[in-house]
Structures are given as C-alpha cells and as structure tokens.
C-alpha cells in the first residue's frame, strides 16, 4: 500500500522555522520527482516546490524563495520542507506529493501565528 | 507566472444531468515537446486532491468514464457527463509546463441540488 504521511507541522511565531517530513512507503520513491503543495483554510491549492529524484533540481513558488528549502533522503524514502521567516500567509495545510503518480498524504497543519 | 481562470466557481447540479467547467490559462500550455500540461483534480471534502484528467483530456487510472477532458492551448473544459452525489467538491485545474511555477486555477465548487 502507497504511504505518504507528513509530520512536523504545528503553530509557530511569526519569524520562527519548521522542518516538515513526509514519510513515504509502497513505491520507488527515488524514481519520482516530489513536490509540496499547500492549502491555506478555506482556501485553494498552491503549488510550494518541487524537487528532482536525485535532488539535483529545485523549483520553488516566488512567495518562498529564499526562505523555504525542499529535499529528500533516497536512503530514507523521505521528503523534507525546511521553513524559515514563517509568516502569517504561510498558514496551510501542507501536502507532499508524487504528483506524476497522484500520490498524496494527508497533509499538516503549518499555523504561523503570535 | 501562468494565471489560471476558472468559470465558474461554484455549480449546482442536479444527478444525472451534465455539468461543464472551464479553464483558461494566461499562455499558451502547449510544450515543444507536443504535450499540453494542463491536468484536472477533484478535491473531496477533508481529503487530498486526485487527478482525474492529465494532459488535457486522458483519463486518470480508474477514473469513471463520465468525466472528459478536452481543449488546446489557452482554453480547456471538464465535462462530466451524469454527474453523481460522488462527483461534490471542488474542482481545480492545473498547469505544469514548467518544472518552476505550476499554478492552479481557484478551484469549482460543485454541489448536488
């Protein structure tokens, strides 16, 4: 069974940083480029970043250049978003994604708030 | 960055009849390497996104065959064709003709009458 289950979210101050992780079973995780996709509440879809299966290329969305870096672990079979200067438009539910294969997790809840 | 603009944003259908969304991109989504990225997703209620539609009009695996894709270039439409109580959510259609900057539309919300 295909496994996408992300962690790390919570509330933090605006400023602060977050490292989300996504945990992924079931397929050949190193063949697929990943990607973070977030959802504000009430809101839609916006695509975060994206990320090659060897890492080697990164895209990110303009709102978070410079501030939010993806990677992964091919050894791990993980996927990673490491926030940085949190602001309070970064709340949302984060999702990871294998969007070449509509893989998706749950999502987590990134609440940036004082 | 690709803006896309879907119409309309909210539909209410009764089952069994058709139901039609449209989508518009800024630029054209045709690659030179022939393909158009332009893709479909129906978000359920307290769910993640599932595809439905990629490259335009070819049906995602398992997705019932009531639901087709069609357009070119800057304009493209999702029908369905008997819409069911299964088909509620809402609605996105999405660009990735570049690996940075893949947008979506704002999303259709549909709902049974």
């Known amino acids: 069974e295909v496994q996408l289950v992300e962690s790390g979210g919570g509330l933090v101050q605006p400023g602060g940083s977050l490292r989300l992780s996504c945990a992924a079973s079931?397929?050949?995780?190193?063949?697929?480029?990943m990607s973070w996709v977030r959802q504000a509440p009430g809101k839609g879809l916006e695509w975060v970043a994206n990320?090659?299966?060897?890492?080697?290329?990164?895209y990110y969305v303009d709102s978070v250049k410079g501030r939010f870096t993806i990677s992964r672990d091919n050894a791990k079979n993980s996927l990673y978003l490491q926030m940085n200067s949190l602001r309070a438009e970064d709340t949302a539910v984060y999702y990871c994604?294998?969007?070449?294969?509509?893989?998706w997790g749950q999502g987590t809840l990134v609440t940036v708030s004082s | 960055d690709i803006v896309m603009t879907q119409t309309p944003l909210s539909l209410s259908v009764t089952p069994g009849q058709p139901a039609s969304i449209s989508c518009k991109s800024s630029?054209?989504?045709?690659?030179?390497?022939?393909?158009?990225?332009l893709y479909w997703y129906l978000q359920k209620p307290g769910q993640p996104p599932q595809l439905l539609i990629y490259?335009?009009?070819n049906r995602f695996s398992g997705v019932p065959d009531r639901f087709s894709g069609s357009g070119s270039g800057t304009d493209f439409t999702l029908k369905i064709s008997r819409v069911e109580a299964e088909d509620v959510g809402v609605y996105y259609c999405?660009?990735?003709?570049?690996?940075?900057?893949?947008?979506f539309g704002q999303g259709t919300k549909v709902e049974i009458k």
């Open positions: 994604a294998s969007m070449a294969i509509d893989y």
């Open positions: 079931g397929f050949t995780f190193s063949s697929y480029w």
């Open positions: 990320i090659k299966q060897d890492g080697s290329e990164k």
């Open positions: 630029q054209s989504l045709l690659h030179s390497d022939g393909k158009t990225y």
């Open positions: 490259e335009v009009s």
């Open positions: 999405m660009q990735s003709i570049q690996l940075g900057g893949w947008t």
